[in-house]
T-cell receptor, first 118, second 112 residues
């Protein structure tokens, strides 16, 4: 089946530093990847949609200069949290869209990255 | 607009059936999904239903869709302790970049 990996699974960083999270589709090509943020005991909030080779589309209220997204290849997207602050601490989940037979698409999720900013 | 709601918590005994409910507001949804999230993990797709279907069964899982009432449910038969997790429904609507809108999540606790 389609597998999406994220690295790292958990990261602790100091306030003011930047952190990069990688999302890879391991056995399929993903023209579109999504980045979500999940607060404790809450639902997933879509942050941005990235298409390979083009700029990401950010949801309203998400600072694009703070959350830099790069989708350089069909199997890799990165999210960089710049100048991280404690309020950026959260669970970040990526998702990759795979094209199935008959022209339909399905979305597969990574295992998530727990970011803690101290 | 898009608004997907679920009850927050459900507790059942092992072996009983669980029914998790979801209501949505956007009538242009095309697919509706159920995902399972275990602690500290990402989302696992359990099943989905196309909006022109009323029911779909997949082993222990049964999805019912009442499009008139915009109500979706997931029934888990013979619930096991390994089913304890948070369950999210999600809808995909036509247009809008085919984005998924997630429900608030229902925490299912299975007791012995």
């Amino acid at each position: 089946g389609a597998v999406v990996s994220q690295h790292p699974s958990r990261v602790i960083c100091k306030s003011g530093t930047s952190v990069k999270i990688e999302c890879r589709s391991l056995d399929f090509q993903a023209t579109t990847m999504f980045w979500y943020r999940q607060f404790p005991k809450q639902s997933l909030m879509l942050m941005a949609t990235s298409n390979e080779g083009s700029k990401a589309t950010y949801e309203q209220g998400v600072e694009k200069d703070k959350f830099l997204i790069n989708h350089a290849s069909l199997t890799l997207s990165t999210l960089t949290v710049t100048s991280a602050h404690p309020e950026d601490s959260s669970f970040y989940i990526c998702s990759a869209r795979a094209r199935l037979n008959l022209g339909t698409y399905e979305q597969y999720f990574g295992p998530g990255t727990r970011l803690t900013v101290t | 607009g898009e608004d997907v709601e679920q009850s927050l918590f459900l507790s059942v005994r092992e072996g009983d059936s669980s029914v998790i409910n979801c209501t949505y507001t956007d009538s242009s949804s095309t697919y509706l999904y159920w995902y399972k999230q275990e602690p500290g993990a990402g989302l696992q797709l359990l099943t989905y239903i196309f909006s022109n279907m009323d029911m779909k069964q997949d082993q222990r899982l049964t999805v019912l869709l009442n499009k008139k009432d915009k109500h979706l449910s997931l029934r888990i038969a013979d619930t096991q302790t390994g089913d304890s997790a948070i369950y999210f429904c999600a809808e995909r609507v036509t247009g809008g970049g085919n984005k998924l809108t997630f429900g608030t999540g229902t925490q299912l606790k299975v007791e012995l």
